[in-house]
């Protein structure tokens, strides 16, 4: 029943990706091919809610493929990392955005 339960979380989060991933790609596209500049980079520091060095490692890897953001550093008590974003407006919605996918992640990781 576990296995059952890992499979289904890793398919959820994989589905949760893949749309993010096309919704942060048509952004850029959009900001690159209409005029005026429409990014507004940003540096945010994350709480990380992630236990385990591959839970890490994943939402590391996953937010530098994600376009848009880039895992820049973690601290020494993996408590937070700095997170560039292309798009910053409303930091709560970024941290809930970050927060979302780490929760998705440590159902997988445990």
């Known amino acids: 029943m576990k296995i059952l339960k890992k499979t289904y979380y890793l398919l959820a989060f994989c589905l949760f990706y893949l ?3 096309v919704q942060s ?6 900001d690159i091919l209409t005029p005026g500049k429409q990014s507004n980079p940003a540096f945010v520091e994350v709480p ?17 493929m994600t376009p848009g953001t880039l895992s820049l ?38």
Do not use: C, P
């Open 25 to 30: 790609n048509i952004y850029i596209a959009w």
């Open 48 to 64: 990380v809610i992630l236990n385990s060095d591959t839970g890490l490692l994943m939402f590391s890897n996953l937010l530098s």
């Open 73 to 110: 550093d973690i601290s020494r008590d993996k408590k937070t990392m700095l997170v560039h974003v292309l798009y910053y407006s409303d930091e709560e919605q970024i941290q809930n955005g970050l927060k979302e996918m780490q929760q998705k992640i440590k159902r997988i990781t445990g």
């Open 19 to 21: 749309f993010k991933l």
